[in-house]
């Protein structure tokens, strides 16, 4: 079964940190690029940040930058978005996704597979 699995949200104050994991099975995982998508209540679903089948290969929304950091461990199928200096514009659900890795992408419509999401909110 193709599944993508996140964990990790919650409620932080601003300026607080945490950290997303998404756990990938059923698929080649190092055929997949991984991104993390956010969707805030009344918003369309926006992209964060991405990871190519090369760890080293990533993008990032330009409001994230020098804040969250994406990395995958390709042996244990997992992909992570380490968040810092947290805002309350930063309040979301958090999904995984994946598709096929041709070019490392921002594109919503591109990817095929998807978590459930994981909550965070940011007080302010």
């Known amino acids: 079964q193709v599944q993508l699995v996140e964990s990790g949200g919650g409620l932080v104050q601003a300026g607080d940190s945490l950290s997303l994991s998404c756990a990938a099975s059923?698929?080649?995982?190092?055929?997949?690029?991984m991104a993390w998508f956010r969707q805030a209540p009344g918003k369309e679903r926006e992209f964060v940040a991405a990871v190519g089948r090369n760890p080293a290969r990533t993008m990032y929304e330009d409001s994230v930058k020098g804040r969250f950091t994406i990395s995958r461990d390709n042996a244990k199928k997992t992909v992570a978005l380490q968040m810092n200096s947290l805002r309350g514009e930063d309040s979301a659900v958090y999904y995984c996704a994946a598709k096929r890795a041709i070019l490392t992408s921002n594109l919503r419509d591109e990817y095929n597979i998807w978590g459930q999401g994981t909550p965070v909110t940011v007080s302010s």
């Open positions: 059923g698929f080649t995982f190092f055929y997949y690029d």
